[in-house]
């Protein structure tokens, strides 16, 4: 069964980059869509893009320029960096693992980012 | 960009009732649309996917119908396990999650 897992600093600085990676364990990365999805607190669900294919990419326009996942094989993580980040990008991040008939069919359990000074 | 629209945002519901949500997209997506369960402090769990197929071990009393723009999640007989907040997505053009309906006890 596979699991994700994210890791990464819960605190961020206004104005600088928030990094998280997940770790996926009982499965490869690989033929899925590897995704970041965040929740503000009190909030609904925001999708924030994904990776497939081993590389390609697609991210939600609002935050497209802001956003780089990347995937590491070898390691079998993939990773997420939000630049230039304010108070609003404060939220529980989530990685997942989805396909084109399921949606998401894997969650982490999301990991809390706060940016404040 | 596709929008998804759910109504209500809150639904108040008696042990037993049947319950509907709606979802709206703003352009057809066929029928690329799952439902999502979440409880407090938890990640959602997938329910129904491409509109209509129960996910594996996902109660009967869920179910999905609909296709193109309008889609609807109903529970036949609302349980005490199933007062928790429900998203639609689609995944027919990128992702978009609809804002949430929260189920409450009535």
């Known amino acids: 069964q596979v699991q994700l897992q994210e890791s990464g600093p819960g605190l961020v600085k206004p104005s600088e980059t928030l990094s998280l990676t997940c770790t996926v364990s009982g499965g490869y990365v690989n033929s899925y869509y590897w995704s970041w999805i965040r929740q503000p607190p009190g909030k609904g669900l925001e999708w924030i893009g994904y990776i497939y294919d081993s590389g390609s990419t697609k991210y939600t326009p609002s935050l497209k320029s802001r956003v780089t996942i990347s995937v590491d094989t070898s390691k079998n993580q993939f990773s997420l960096k939000l630049s230039s980040v304010t108070a609003a990008d404060t939220a529980v991040y989530y990685c997942a693992r989805g396909n084109k008939l399921f949606g998401v069919i894997t969650w982490g359990q999301g990991t809390l980012v706060t940016v404040s000074s | 960009d596709i929008q998804m629209t759910?109504?209500?945002?809150?639904?108040?519901?008696?042990?037993?009732?049947?319950?509907?949500?709606?979802?709206?997209?703003?352009?057809?997506?066929?029928?690329?649309?799952?439902?999502?369960?979440?409880?407090?402090?938890?990640?959602?769990?997938?329910?129904?996917?491409?509109?209509?197929?129960?996910?594996?071990?996902?109660?009967?009393?869920?179910?999905?119908?609909?296709?193109?723009?309008?889609?609807?999640?109903?529970?036949?007989?609302?349980?005490?396990?199933?007062?928790?907040?429900?998203?639609?997505?689609?995944?027919?053009?990128?992702?978009?999650?609809?804002?949430?309906?929260?189920?409450?006890?009535?």
């Open chain 2, 6 to 106: 759910q109504s209500p945002s809150t639904l108040s519901a008696f042990v037993g009732d049947r319950v509907t949500i709606t979802c709206r997209a703003s352009q057809s997506i066929s029928s690329w649309l799952a439902w999502y369960q979440q409880k407090p402090g938890k990640a959602p769990k997938l329910l129904i996917y491409k509109a209509s197929i129960l996910e594996s071990g996902v109660p009967s009393r869920f179910s999905g119908s609909g296709s193109g723009t309008e889609f609807t999640l109903t529970i036949s007989s609302l349980q005490p396990d199933d007062f928790a907040t429900y998203y639609c997505q689609q995944y027919n053009s990128y992702w978009t999650f609809g804002q949430g309906t929260k189920v409450e006890i009535k």
